[in-house]
């Protein structure tokens, strides 16, 4: 991702990706919307073939290291996933992981299609985002919290 200023720095051609909260702050390079498009899986079968895992249902705030890919999420709703069920609550879990390497063993892709907005924080500034994607199952992945 490029705004002016960073690709020509860089030496590059610009991706239009520069951003800003309002006329009082400067435009920064960051994202503006995350999508993931649908597969073929029944997202049901998904959970089905899931002996044991988390269920996401909202994600909430958090931070990406944009050198690494390294992140850090609060889920705000989740439910376990006992032998193929959808289960309990999960209160106060944090999933934790590298980007890239997720989206590269993410080994299920749902036919559904999600869609949330939200806040992107940086440099002090918050502006909206969006993001879209079906049900994903992803095989490994960090998880933390406290009970």
Known sequence: MYDRRLAMKDKTQSTGNGRRESYRFPPICRMTNTMI?????DPEEIIRTTDTGLFV???GGGQVNTVNGDFVF???EA??????KVGAPV???MLMGNGPKVLDIIDRVGNDHGFSI???GKNNQGVPVSDAQP????PELVVGGSS
Not at 79 to 84: A, D, P, T, V
């Open 79 to 84: 439910y376990l996933i006992e032998k193929g």
């Open 135 to 138: 049900t994903i199952r992803i």
């Open 57 to 59: 249902t909202k994600m």
């Open 37 to 41: 498009m649908p597969g073929t899986d």
């Open 118 to 120: 939200g806040t992107c």
């Open 91 to 93: 209160r106060g879990a």
């Open 74 to 76: 609060e889920v705000n």
